[in-house]
């Protein structure tokens, strides 16, 4: 073995920790995937030689797995996607809005859409999404919200949401579809983390359900398929009148994939399609059995598994993702994981109260015991600890847009400490915590004093901020 490689080196230690993984992609090793690890993955990464189709331009093996997948998904035509929902995203912005449309986008998209603000040229019109004060959580933009926003902006041409969010809770998809169809506006929903949502009848309904006109899925997120593996579908409502619309779809999908795309990518998404249709409905129920166990039992140790929490801007959470709010205990979302990878579990993402786990049809009973067992450890360090106050992570505050993303992230630039930045525009990159990965400050927007204390202390409390420098300095606007 060669000692000079340091990812290789990175991968094959943390392989040999065996951390139980509560975390993407969704299949945790490759549990539910035997017809693919039959073959060593280098024999299945081939290349475009006869017979084995072509992405760029399919009309054999790789058409006939995608329409497999729009007709399992109940979409009108679905397109495999290599490099992610990103590239996917910024597909089917590109194909719907134009330079100087305008969008609306909740204020806590994820910031993938920053990419298709700047490709298409479109401007944003950013809605807040609703703000839980007790729980300190950011939730969803509420159809009222939605209908208010239309009323300002007539002329908006769609709008792009997300369905469910990295907390599995899911907006009121099906309502604001109605209220953008009214007004004859196009629904765009970012579904990564929700592609197995059609496979239950018991969880929320999908972009596909809800009327959406595009929408993209990560398979690798909650499915059995290898990470960057996505989908990206046209929804069956698309009338004939959006010809257009569809031959557009088909152009950005070939300009944004890469045309020696990844053949181990693309058989994950024929297969994880295949394994779900055929065990899904199955599987979601056994999952689902488990969960419920592993919420009960986390409740006795005195961990808030949020169950049943609602709210009116909220239609349903997806019972599948798993979310501890341990705040009460006196920790940290950070200190939490930490703890839980100190006893082999390793979670999704922390935030300053809560820790995500990605729970999938892959995960066993067994595994569920061991994460009991191991959130024992978060119980037992309430002891002295000061029970910390619940403090805003995400600023309410939508800054002001001095330049379009597209004029912001061609422009001069310059980059300054962060906590010299007040007044200043942000430059050519979002900036904000990680996670969730929703950016604080857009290219074009200025910078605040109070902002900046929002994302210093984010990183006070163990968040990364994304964005910056190596040396923690922000890109600006040149004046």
């Known amino acids: 073995m060669f000692k000079n ?32 690890s039959s073959f060593s993955f280098a024999q299945m990464d081939m290349t475009e030689v006869s017979g084995l189709d072509n992405l760029q331009s399919p009309e054999g093996i790789i058409r006939e797995a995608q329409q497999l997948a729009a007709k399992a998904f109940q979409s009108d035509a679905c397109f495999f996607l290599i490099n992610g929902s990103t590239s996917g995203i910024h597909a089917m912005m590109m194909a719907t809005f134009q330079a100087g449309d305008q969008v609306l986008i909740p204020r806590n998209c994820h910031k993938s859409v920053w990419g298709g603000l700047i490709l298409s040229g479109a401007e944003p019109v950013f809605i807040q999404p609703e703000y839980d004060e007790e729980r300190c959580l950011v939730t969803h933009v509420s159809p009222g919200c939605v209908r208010q926003a239309i009323r300002e902006n007539p002329n908006a041409k769609g709008m792009v949401i997300t369905n469910p969010d990295y907390y599995g809770l899911c907006p009121q998809l099906s309502e604001i579809q109605s209220i953008l169809a009214i007004n004859g506006m196009k629904l765009l929903v970012d579904e990564a983390h929700g592609p197995h949502l059609i496979f239950h009848p018991d969880l929320p309904p999908s972009a596909a359900q809800c009327r959406a006109d595009l929408w993209v899925q990560s398979a690798h997120k909650t499915l059995p398929a290898l990470t960057q593996a996505a989908y990206l579908h046209i929804g069956n409502q698309v009338s004939p009148t959006d010809s257009r619309l569809i031959e557009k779809v088909t152009q950005y999908h070939r300009l944004l994939q890469s045309t020696s795309p990844s053949y181990l990518i693309m058989a994950s998404l024929d297969y994880a ?191 990364q901020l994304f964005g910056l420098s190596e040396d923690d300095k922000i890109s600006v606007i040149i004046d």
């Open 273 to 463: 399609r295949a394994y779900m249709e055929e065990h899904g409905k199955v599987s979601l129920d056994m999952l689902l059995e488990h969960l419920t166990w592993t919420r009960s039992e986390l409740n006795t140790l005195g961990i808030d598994t949020m169950q049943g929490y609602s709210r009116s801007e909220i239609y349903q959470i997806d019972a599948t993702r798993l979310v501890l709010d341990i705040s009460k205990l006196g920790l940290t979302g950070f200190q939490g994981e930490e703890i839980l990878r100190q006893a082999g579990v390793q979670v999704e993402m922390s935030d300053s109260h809560r820790l995500v786990l990605v729970c999938t049809v892959a995960d066993r009973r067994e595994d569920f015991q061991c994460l009991v067992d191991a959130c024992k450890h978060l119980s037992t360090h309430m002891g002295n600890r000061e029970i910390k106050g619940r403090k805003l992570t995400i600023s309410r505050e939508i800054p002001r847009q001095m330049l379009s993303p597209k004029e912001a992230f061609a422009g001069n630039v310059e980059w300054v400490l962060l906590d010299q930045a007040a007044g200043r525009i942000c430059g050519g990159a979002p900036v904000g915590p990680y996670p969730p990965g929703i950016p604080s400050y857009y290219p074009g927007e200025l910078i605040t004093k109070s902002g900046l204390e929002g994302l210093l202390e984010n990183q006070a409390q163990g968040a």
């Open 5 to 36: 490689m340091p990812l290789v080196n990175g991968l094959t230690e943390y392989i040999s920790k065996n951390q139980l993984a509560f975390h993407m992609p969704g299949h945790k090793g490759g549990r539910l995937m035997p017809e693919l």
